[in-house]
């Protein structure tokens, strides 16, 4: 039995100090029912982001009227993240970029997470899926190219395995990777 309410989390997104682990900084650009976050990397100026290169990029949005975070693009700059990999921490960026989109979600309320493993390429789709079920979600169904997928192709814009989790236990589980050492 579930209980009603999610664990708590000692910290809010604000509070996430995923930027002082990775000496970046985090924008998060929120516009209503949507949420994009970026991580800039620091220039030669100590603290001045103004001019500095865009590392990772993550959008998802809240779909209407249901509670699920709908997490649609991850972005990480691989030649900007081979360049920066001796002055940062990179090994989970992906994870901890995950993160900070859960954790938008569960500020919101958001207590279910739904991705696309996007069908593209099926070696990609194969891998994507697998380092998927690793991280916590589970399979939910293939969306396709029958009639009945029409309404998951225009939301998720293709081909792909379904996969949601719990936001809240998938916070949990990687707490390792974003929260602060006490």
Same mark, same amino acid.
């Given at each position: 039995m579930s209980n009603l309410f999610p664990p708590p989390l000692k910290l809010t997104l604000e509070e996430t100090p995923? $930027?002082? /682990?990775? $000496?970046? /900084?985090?924008?998060?650009?929120? @516009?209503? #029912?949507? $949420?994009?976050?970026?991580?800039?990397?620091? %220039?030669e100026v100590p603290y001045d982001f103004r001019f500095a290169s865009e590392l990772d990029t993550i959008c998802g949005c809240r779909r209407l009227p249901t509670n699920i975070l709908h997490m649609d693009t991850m972005l990480i700059d691989r030649s900007l993240l081979k360049t920066i990999?001796? *002055?940062?921490? $990179?090994? %989970? !960026?992906?994870?901890? @970029?995950?993160? @900070?989109?859960?954790?938008?979600?569960?500020?919101?309320?958001? %207590? /279910? +997470? *739904?991705?696309?493993?996007?069908?593209?390429?099926?070696?990609?789709?194969?891998?994507?899926?697998?380092?998927?079920?690793? !991280?916590?979600? /589970? *399979? +939910?169904? #293939?969306?396709?190219?029958? +009639?009945?997928? +029409?309404p998951d192709r225009l939301v998720w814009g293709g081909r792909g395995m379904l996969m949601e989790g719990d936001t809240a236990g998938l916070l949990e589980k990687w707490k390792g990777v974003w929260e602060v050492d006490e």
């Open positions: 995923l $930027t002082y /682990k990775f $000496t970046l /900084k985090h924008h998060d650009k929120t @516009l209503g #029912y949507t $949420t994009g976050t970026t991580h800039r990397t620091r %220039n990999s001796s *002055e940062i921490d $990179t090994r %989970n !960026l992906g994870v901890m @970029l995950g993160c @900070l989109g859960l954790r938008w979600g569960y500020d919101r309320g958001l %207590n /279910k +997470v *739904e991705f696309l493993a996007i069908d593209d390429d099926d070696f990609q789709h194969k891998r994507l899926v697998r380092h998927w079920r690793r !991280l916590g979600l /589970k *399979e +939910v169904r #293939y969306v396709g190219d029958e +009639v009945k997928d +029409v």
